[in-house]
């Protein structure tokens, strides 16, 4: 919306007071405070490993019956712990509770979309793929828009897909070959591994543009 000449910025690019000038404005010398897409797809890995275990666990130990129900309590570990898991990985004062707000929709909204096509295509003509392509890349996009991020976003979900899906396979190898309760928690933490490599590397590129 333009007014007296003036271009008002996208209500999104405010959100949670994660765009560069509000990070700035709490503690943050420029986009250069952020830390490298390296040691941040690394600290993420190892982070959301440990959530992704934790959230497995519910599947592991048969917590809950399999099923639609068993999925929603999977998520709901995820949507508790990603975000505090993450929040270190983003520079500013504060950041920390505004990224767990900031993972808990976007979660929503891939997991949402997962589920849908889970369940929509009963798990056949490789739904869970399809979900996760899907399902990432609006996860990406919400992320990227509350950072108020310019360009990139191909390579972002690229680097991030590959990454989920890398995690995800290698972990369904391990529950193939090992089985039981110690293949359905490594599975669990192959995917996390994966998923949270993705992530901070999105977080990190996201910060600097």
């Known amino acids: 919306m333009r007014r007296c000449g003036v271009s008002s910025p996208a209500p999104e690019m405010k959100w949670l007071g994660l765009h560069l000038e509000a990070r700035t404005a709490r503690g943050l010398e420029g986009p250069g405070g952020a830390m490298s897409p390296g040691v941040s797809a690394l600290k993420g890995a190892v982070s959301f490993a440990i959530v992704s275990t934790i959230a497995y666990g519910i599947w592991a130990f048969r917590l809950w019956p399999y099923g639609p129900g068993m999925y929603a309590a999977i998520a709901v570990v995820y949507l508790g712990l990603g975000g505090f898991a993450l929040g270190g990985l983003v520079s500013g004062r504060g950041a920390i509770p505004r990224v767990t707000a900031l993972f808990a929709v976007s979660f929503f909204v891939y997991a949402l979309i997962w589920c849908a096509f889970w369940f929509g295509l009963r798990g056949k003509f490789h739904a869970d793929l399809w979900g996760a ?3 990432l890349a609006a996860m990406s996009a919400v992320i990227r828009r509350a950072f108020g991020a310019t360009g990139g976003a191909l390579e972002a979900w690229a680097v991030l897909f590959t990454c989920h899906t890398l995690g995800y396979t290698l972990g ?3 529950h193939a070959a090992l089985r ?5 928690l490594l599975w669990g933490t192959a995917h996390g591994a994966g998923f949270g490599a993705g992530l901070g590397y ?5 910060q600097r543009r």
């Open 202 to 206: 999105l977080l990190s590129v996201t």
């Open 133 to 135: 392509a899907i399902g």
């Open 172 to 174: 369904d190898e391990l």
């Open 180 to 184: 039981g309760v110690n293949g359905r």
